[in-house]
């Protein structure tokens, strides 16, 4: 096996990482073992969602993507599909079309007691070339990042990868509070 460790999970690739001190900016856990898991999903672009001219499908097709992605970290995570809370930035770097081949990745970069910092990217690992005849598309070499995001998901108090007191290194402020109005005051158990 190579040296990155990766098992092909349905619909896409998991990639869990040593625990260790990272950096993490904010507060947070250091010593998580969920800091720095990454996981991959692959999606082809049909020509159905080509939104503008040229083929161009919306910035929203790429944020919807990192929904579905950051729900399959939650489950690994938390045991529970949570709920996306906000972004804290997304820039669109490259277009996306229809006929692409997108690789949407998300990597846990901060762990408070119910809310995961994510760091999100989407990248064009195919595109198609009608230019070049109907059907043909070509690999890209590398990737075009298309679309970069952070964003901040909750799961409720009580699910196994939370615990129900601030861990050590955490403050109040990582229960967040769009978690509290949605799953309740943080000592309320599972929904």
Excluded: K
Aim: with cysteine; aromatic share 6%.
């Amino acid at each position: 096996m190579s040296e990155r460790s990766e098992r092909i999970i349905r619909l896409g690739a998991v990639e869990p990482r040593g625990a260790g001190p990272h950096g993490v900016a904010g507060g947070g856990r250091t010593d998580d073992r969920r800091l720095g898991l990454t996981v991959t999903h692959r999606r082809y672009v049909p020509y159905s969602h080509a939104h503008y001219a040229g083929d161009l499908v919306d910035g929203a097709y790429a944020l919807a993507l990192f929904g579905d992605v950051a729900t399959e970290v939650c489950i690994r995570t938390d045991s529970d599909e949570g709920l996306f809370a906000s972004y804290s930035e997304v820039q669109f770097r490259a277009p996306i079309r229809a006929g692409d081949v997108l690789e949407v990745v998300a990597t846990v970069t901060r762990v408070g007691t119910r809310s995961r910092t994510l760091d999100f990217e989407c990248r064009v690992v195919c595109r198609g070339r009608p230019d070049r005849g109907a059907s043909a598309a070509e690999v890209l070499d590398p990737p075009t990042v298309a679309v970069t995001a952070v964003g901040t998901v909750v799961v409720p108090a009580g699910t196994p990868g939370t615990s129900p007191a601030a861990a050590p290194g955490t403050s109040p402020a990582d229960t967040t509070a769009g978690a509290d109005a949605v799953f309740g005051a943080p000592d309320v158990g599972p929904r």
